[in-house]
């Protein structure tokens, strides 16, 4: 309620010379965008202020859903087993080298499949995504997720490299069908208050992933001598992860529906409103192309984040060349550098909610992603296992932290282009960047050590710090929100006509766009 001082019926109207009874009578909303005059005119009856009296959009009734929580609960399931499934042959690639009788590259490219497999397939799917919806492209990546577990359920044998391997890709389908999402489900479930958080909480479902993906494969597949118990060791972590995939599969259908009836921001009504007919594809994939400031962070986020995946893949030949026969102990490493950025995922998801600082979140958290890995870099070969731990959470927490920020910034710099098109081009550049930096790691890790490895990565750190520092933040849906609000509030104070010599309050629900005059 905002208490109005009281005003002469002349001074009030003064500034609207000519509109009376006709202009300014009371009306009901009965749908959005509608008004219609009550029956009746007492005096002491309620007034609602009519909205379309002057030139200005209308505001679209909003609402927020409880079914949110189980669908962001559900999916950061599904992206956890999709994870877990990329990193449980890389944390114990030495066991792996020794069962298949492969070399180190082979088995990194078991992990590095994922990124390979993202980058021809990201185009279509994001079409399919605009095209079909966020439903069917999640049911789709789940059931590729499903079918890639149960594939390696058969693979538990040294001659059967080939199919693990085709497991492996069919499980990295899936992964198209995840990374955009969490970005796309915040936007169009959660209202503008949340939606950080909900996208931090999207993702943290990945980095939960992979921190079981650290932890669990070297306790499930101890690195014993005899063959045959070294099969039955992985076939039985196969057939868990198998087992989760279905269930969660089921889960996905029962639980996921494509968008709520009503929208839960001002800004995702305005985008609904835009006529398909004026929606291309193709014509949006080049406007994010042509937009400088998102593409600057393309190129920046998947520095960050293809630094990531190398130092995740590689974990293992790291720890094992300084602290050999500790290949439990990487996997716990891994597991530190994880739940830190899980922790700080989530913070800074509430953070960017409360503050909508988003460049400046964004650079300071990556200059520290620089710094955490320099410390790392240094640190690594000092001989004590529990400042690797220190240093390691130190990383993780800023570097995965940094995950969600790029997503919800991009969002910000591209709205009203469909949050799954603008994350699928981050994540295509994560990719890309990660192929690259975990075949270069690994060479100069071969040739030079793992600090020449290390530094190799802090320089790709401190340039995409560099070009974050340079990115226009020009926050379009923030500003669409804050637009909607603005006109909400002045309508309000411009149409409402007080009474002579009467005071009344004013009563404003921005969210349904009805403005009330009480006396």
């Avoid at 962001?72 to 114990?92: D, E, K, P, R, T």
């Avoid at 650290?214 to 690195?223: E, G």
Wanted: net charge neutral; with cysteine; aromatic share 12%.
């Amino acid at each position: 309620m905002i208490p109005q001082d009281e005003h002469s019926h002349d001074e009030w109207i003064g500034g609207f010379d000519g509109a009376r009874d006709n202009d300014f009578s009371p009306k009901r909303r009965t749908s959005l965008g509608e008004y219609h005059r009550p029956l009746g005119d007492s005096s002491e009856s309620l007034e609602t202020c009519d909205l379309d009296t002057i030139q200005l959009f209308p505001l679209f009734e909003t609402k927020l859903y409880k079914r949110r929580w189980l669908m962001l609960l559900v999916f950061s399931a599904y992206s956890m087993s999709n994870a877990f499934m990329w990193l449980q042959y890389g944390i114990i690639s030495d066991i792996f080298v020794r069962f298949y009788g492969v070399d180190t590259l082979a088995i990194d490219w078991l992990s590095m499949i994922y990124f390979l497999a993202y980058v021809p397939l990201i185009l279509p799917v994001m079409w399919l995504l605009d095209v079909r919806g966020m439903r069917d492209v999640v049911v789709v990546g789940s059931a590729f997720n499903c079918i890639g577990a149960w594939i390696k359920t058969s693979t538990a044998d040294p001659a059967m490299f080939a199919m693990t391997f085709l497991g492996q890709f069919v499980c990295s389908v899936a992964t198209v069908h995840i990374l955009g999402i969490p970005s796309r489900l915040a936007s169009l479930w959660f209202g503008p208050q949340e939606v950080s958080t909900a996208c931090a909480i999207g993702v943290l479902g990945n980095q939960l992933g992979i921190a079981i993906g650290f932890l669990l494969p070297p306790i499930l597949v101890p690195n014993v001598d005899d063959m045959d118990e070294l099969a039955h060791h992985i076939r039985i972590m196969f057939y868990i992860s198998a087992g989760v995939a279905t269930l969660i599969f089921v889960l996905v259908i029962i639980v996921f529906q494509e968008k709520p009836e009503i929208p839960p921001t001002q800004a995702q009504a305005q985008a609904r409103n835009i006529p398909s007919n004026e929606y291309s594809y193709t014509a949006s994939i080049l406007r994010l192309l042509r937009n400088k400031p998102f593409m600057l962070l393309v190129v920046s986020y998947g520095l960050n984040v293809g630094c990531f995946y190398a130092v995740s893949t590689l974990l293992n030949r790291m720890i094992i060349e300084h602290y050999p026969g500790e290949e439990v102990n990487a996997g716990r490493i891994g597991l530190t550098i994880v739940v830190a950025g899980m922790v700080g995922s989530l913070l800074c998801g509430i953070w960017l909610d409360k503050t909508k600082t988003y460049k400046q979140t964004t650079l300071a958290v990556y200059l520290l992603s620089l710094i955490g890995m320099l410390v790392y870099a240094f640190t690594l070969n000092l001989g004590h296992l529990w400042v690797v731990f220190v240093t390691s959470g130190l990383l993780g927490f800023f570097m995965t932290g940094y995950l969600p920020l790029g997503f919800e910034f991009a969002v910000e710099l591209t709205y009203p282009e469909s949050e799954g098109t603008s994350s699928g081009l981050l994540n295509c550049s994560a990719q890309i960047f990660g192929i690259i930096f975990t075949i270069s790691q690994g060479k100069i890790i071969d040739r030079w050590g793992t600090f020449a490895g290390n530094i190799f990565l802090c320089i790709f750190l401190l340039i995409g710090t560099g070009m974050t520092a340079l990115i226009k933040s020009d926050l379009r849906r923030q500003n669409a929100n804050q637009l909607a609000e603005t006109r909400a509030v002045s309508v309000s104070t411009s149409v409402c006509v007080l009474r002579k010599s009467q005071r009344w309050d004013l009563d404003i629900s921005v969210e349904k766009g009805l403005v009330k005059c009480r006396p």
